[in-house]
Nanobody, 115 residues
Framework: QVQLVESGGGLVQPGGSLSLSCAAS????????MRWYRQAPGKQRELVAT???????NYADSVKGRFTISRDNAKNTVYLQMNSLKPDDTAVYYC?????????WGQGTQVTVSS
């Protein structure tokens, strides 16, 4: 069983930056594929970024060049560095861990981009 706890959300002005963290506990973190999703009001949850157990990364087109996903297996933590934030980035951001049929979600953290 894996428990995921996100932190780092908040209110930021357009063009600003935020760094999200997702701390995992309860299993062998390094084996999991880790993802960040987001869900804006009235919209479906969408995949933002992925990092595999070997460190390969993928991003949604909407965040390429602005967001960076990383992981520290020694700290059981995955990060999402978000730069050049736009109002359209406003959403609840969720951490996700997958290994085979084992899927886990965090509770989410709110990111609001507004002037």
């Amino acid at each position: 069983q894996v428990q995921l706890v996100e932190s780092g959300g908040g209110l930021v002005q357009p063009g600003g930056s935020l760094s999200l963290s997702c701390a995992a506990s309860g299993s062998i973190f390094s084996r999991y594929v880790m993802r960040w999703y987001r869900q804006a009001p009235g919209k479906q949850r969408e995949l933002v970024a992925t990092i595999t157990s070997s460190g390969s990364r993928n991003y949604a087109d909407s965040v390429k060049g602005r967001f960076t996903i990383s992981r520290d297996n020694a700290k059981n933590t995955v990060y999402l560095q978000m730069n050049s934030l736009k109002p359209d980035d406003t959403a609840v951001y969720y951490c996700n861990a997958v290994q085979g049929a084992s899927v886990h979600w965090g509770q989410g953290t709110q990111v609001t981009v507004s002037s």
